[in-house]
């Protein structure tokens, strides 16, 4: 069976220093990657997603970047974190094109 | 442009009884799906039903189904017979135009008492 690892679960990052949070999909192959992030009591915002590897396309222009170096492997990346990046992110994958998303667990990022 | 709508930002209901969360879509794509998601304490997105645009009979996954009114552009959840369990978010959310990415709406907070 599918599942999706996603790490770690909080961290507190000063003003300025850089994100790296990572996300791996086991069980499948060639999935979409997705990265959401989650304002406190708000919905998910689209971050980043990506159809195959070194494909990303970003739906909100930000300080992060996202990347995916192998097929099942998606990371979320910033060099200079702001106060506005805390949040709850998101990752998840689907099979395909609209298909159900699967999210992990959620890393909880405060920044201070 | 697509958007969803949940009007109830919270909702109470006693155990052992029924309840409908709302949700509103709007989408000028004739193909598209309908999910919901259930988002414990915990934080994480628990997928918990789907409806296709072209789906003639409602979904249902055991205690929950999902109540679907294209003409009224209405996908909403009821879930049975509720367990203390079920307090949580929840959220309705649909696939995109030619994208794979999902809108969500707001969410409801259901909150289950004994």
């Known amino acids: 069976s599918q599942t999706i690892h996603q790490w770690p679960a909080t961290l507190v990052q000063p003003v300025g220093s850089p994100l790296s949070l990572e996300c791996t999909v086991e069980?499948?192959?060639?999935?979409?990657l997705y990265w959401y992030r989650q304002a406190a009591g708000r919905g998910l915002q689209l971050l980043f997603y990506s159809v195959g590897i070194g494909q990303i396309s970003s739906e909100v222009p930000q300080n992060l970047s996202a990347s995916r170096p192998q097929d099942r492997q998606f990371i979320l990346s910033s060099k200079k974190l702001l106060l506005s990046d805390s949040g709850f992110y998101l990752c998840a994958w689907s099979p395909g094109h609209r298909d159900i998303q699967y999210f992990g667990a959620g890393t909880r990022l405060s920044v201070l | 442009a697509q958007k969803i709508t949940q009007t109830q930002p919270g909702m109470f209901v006693q155990e052992k009884e029924a309840v409908t969360l709302d949700c509103t879509y709007d989408?000028?794509?004739?193909?598209?799906?309908l999910f919901w998601y259930k988002q414990p304490s915990s934080g994480e997105m628990i997928f918990l039903i789907y409806?296709?645009?072209?789906?003639?009979q409602n979904a249902t996954e055991g205690r929950y189904s999902l109540n679907f009114q294209k003409a009224r552009k209405s996908a909403n959840l009821v879930i049975s017979a509720s367990q203390l369990g079920d307090s949580a978010m929840y959220f309705c959310a649909m696939s995109g135009d030619n994208t794979d990415k999902l809108i969500f709406g707001t969410g409801t907070r259901l909150q289950v008492f004994p």
């Open positions: 989408t000028s794509d004739p193909s598209y799906g």
């Open positions: 409806q296709g645009s072209y789906d003639q």
């Open positions: 069980g499948t192959s060639n999935p979409n």
